[in-house]
Nanobody
Framework: QVQLVESGGGLVQPGGSLRLSCAASGSIFRINAMGWYRQAPGKQRELVAQ??????NYADSVKGRFTISRDNAKNTVYLQMNSLKPEDTAVYYC???????????????WGQGTQVTVSS
């Protein structure tokens, strides 16, 4: 089985910073992509940032403020969030596309979510 464990959420004032972490563990051959999504109350879940071997993508709303990075040796992805705004308030979910074997399909895994609240 595979688990994604997130940490680093919390309450921060507008303009502040937070760093989220997500560590993958279990039956992993290769992680093809890792990323972060978020879901605010009453809204659909949306992509925040994703990193693969070939590229890194960001939502337009976070470009220049958020940075995604990955430590392959630790199967961990980070999201550094700077200049936070109240509209960044949401539950943030870690996502990973993982191959369990050298051949075959990749599987889609999600973390349990971590709350980020930006408020004065």
């Amino acid at each position: 089985q595979v688990q994604l464990v997130e940490s680093g959420g919390g309450l921060v004032q507008p303009g502040g910073s937070l760093r989220l972490s997500c560590a993958a563990s279990g039956s992993i051959f290769r992680i093809n992509a890792m990323g972060w999504y978020r879901q605010a109350p009453g809204k659909q879940r949306e992509l925040v940032a994703q990193t693969t071997i070939a590229m890194t993508n960001y939502a337009d709303s976070v470009k220049g403020r958020f940075t995604i990075s990955r430590d392959n040796a630790k199967n961990t992805v980070y999201l550094q969030m700077n200049s936070l705004k109240p509209e960044d308030t949401a539950v943030y979910y870690c996502n990973a596309l993982i191959m369990k074997l050298g051949i075959g399909p990749q599987y889609d895994y999600w973390g349990q979510g971590t709350q980020v609240t930006v408020s004065s």
